[in-house]
């Protein structure tokens, strides 16, 4: 299958692939990077029944994941380092690799998709189990965190999200969530969350943060909440058990999502005809800006490079 890249997006493990802080996985010498884009289908080989020429799709973010659980052996197929990525112009892929991207996206929107939003369903609505009627919390306005509030806004859940910045709050407040949280002069946001909660607690954190954050996501959560485990922004956390027991709490580790999460995810967004947050697009001459400006920590949402 040829794939020809009409736009790729960035994400925070781009940043630590290329600084070599990137450890779930060996990486591939001289990878093509970025995990995530969108483009349609110029060329088929014999036997391929999943698709056609022009038709506009997706990689998924781990190839061989396609449903159940994830295995360690399929790792090494993550795109964008383990295995060469979709920062090109064509790129090959096994038909069971793409999905079909939602009818009414861009191949801009549809690039902000594969890992961020893929998470973002997955730590939310699978193992998150993200309820109407329940609430989370989300932690800075990078893509996770808000795709992460997209998916519960769309399902009637409540957010509460905390951004260390001024500015980003009234644009969580344009994006509908109305109760957030500037944990840069509210440090002590778990505290703000149990208020905000009527002393009971958040169903569910979505949590990016590491140190720091992890003992207040255990402190925000109700008894017999939910932590789902996605990054690690700020360094690695330590985790203390009792706390965590004394919640009878439970925590996962996320790793985005099988092809399964991302088809449902997709048609969940067809039905509410989600808009990802986009903040930038570069071109692809300025990929190296893209990368700089997503290291500068001002974006809102996703940072989307044009291929053409
Ligand atoms: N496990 C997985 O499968 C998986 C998948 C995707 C991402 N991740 C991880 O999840 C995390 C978020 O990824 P992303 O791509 O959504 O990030 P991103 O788009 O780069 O967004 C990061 C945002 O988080 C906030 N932030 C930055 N530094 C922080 C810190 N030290 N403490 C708390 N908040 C901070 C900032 O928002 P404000 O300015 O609003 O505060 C920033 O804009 C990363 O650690 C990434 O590696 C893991």
Known sequence: MVVRIRACSLNHRDLNIISGNYSSVAIKPEAIPLSDGAGEVTAVGQGVTRWKVGDRVAPIFVQRWLGGNLLPEYMPSALGGPSDGVLAEQIVLSEEGLVRIPSHMSFEQAATLPC???????????????????????????????????????????????????????????????????????????????????????????????????????????????ISVVGNLAGKATIDPGALFAKRASMCGIQVGSRDMFEAMNRAIEVAKLEP????????????????????GKHFGKVVIRVS
């Open 116 to 226: 961020a939003a893929v998470t973002a369903w997955n730590a939310a609505l699978v193992k998150g189990g993200l309820q109407p009627g329940h609430t989370v919390v989300t932690l800075g306005t990078g893509g996770v965190s808000l795709f992460s509030a997209q998916f519960a806004l769309m399902i009637g859940a409540r957010v509460i999200a905390t951004t260390g910045s001024d500015e980003k709050v009234e644009r969580l407040r344009e994006l509908g969530v109305s109760e957030v949280v500037n944990c840069r002069t509210t440090p002590n946001w778990d505290v703000r969350v149990r208020e905000l909660t009527g002393g009971r607690g958040a169903d569910l954190v979505v949590e990016v943060g590491g140190p720091g954050s992890v003992a207040r996501s255990i402190a925000a959560i109700r008894y017999c909440g939910h």
């Open 277 to 296: 947050v986009i903040d930038r697009v570069f071109d692809f001459t300025e990929t190296r800006a893209a990368y700089e400006y997503l290291a500068g």
